[in-house]
């Protein structure tokens, strides 16, 4: 019993048109859900009702999406790609796995699946946590500290 969501704006011309059409393929019109670029209270609507959010990127910085479902309470199933390797706690708000690994995600967000009442027992813990370490106001105080011991070294 899933439903899932996908969110974004597509980076290719007609890549999403075969997304649909191997979801058609595969009989899940019904499970999966094309949404498209989602901003502002709406985003943070879907956070709300989600438990899982995944991220299957081959490269990344440290995006500001994972951070926004971490502070929504949500387990990230990601790549390890990026900043992501040190921002997700295996076990505790998410797992990682190997970049272009499609069986290794697989497996990850079958297990979080088989692991859902867990996850959302741990859901305010993981929001407190990432409001800990990365609200706005943490990251500055503590870019500002690193500044001061640069300059005082």
């Given at each position: ?18 997304y ?19 901003t502002?209270q ?17 490269t990344?910085g ?20 990026g900043?992501?390797?040190?921002i ?7 797992v990682?796995v ?9 497996d ?10 867990v996850?959302?027992?741990?859901r ?12 706005a106001?943490?990251?500055f105080?503590?870019?500002?500290k ?8």
């Amino acid at each position: 019993n899933y439903e899932c969501l996908l969110v974004g704006h597509e980076d290719k011309e007609g890549v999403s048109d075969a997304y649909v059409d191997r979801v058609n393929e595969l009989g899940l019109e019904q499970r999966v859900k094309f949404l498209g670029r989602i901003t502002g209270q709406e985003k943070f609507e879907i956070y709300s009702d989600s438990d899982i959010f995944v991220l299957p990127s081959w490269t990344e910085g440290c995006p500001n999406s994972v951070l926004e479902a971490l502070g929504s309470g949500l387990y990230i199933v990601s790549t390890d790609v990026g900043a992501l390797r040190d921002i997700i706690e295996n076990g505790f708000n998410g797992v990682t796995v190997s970049s272009r690994n499609a069986e290794q995600l697989a497996d990850a967000l079958e297990q979080a699946c088989r692991d859902i009442d867990v996850i959302r027992m741990r859901r305010d813990e993981i929001e407190e946590h990432a409001a800990a370490r990365y609200e706005a106001k943490t990251v500055f105080a503590d870019v500002g500290k690193l500044y001061e011991s640069l300059i005082h070294d």
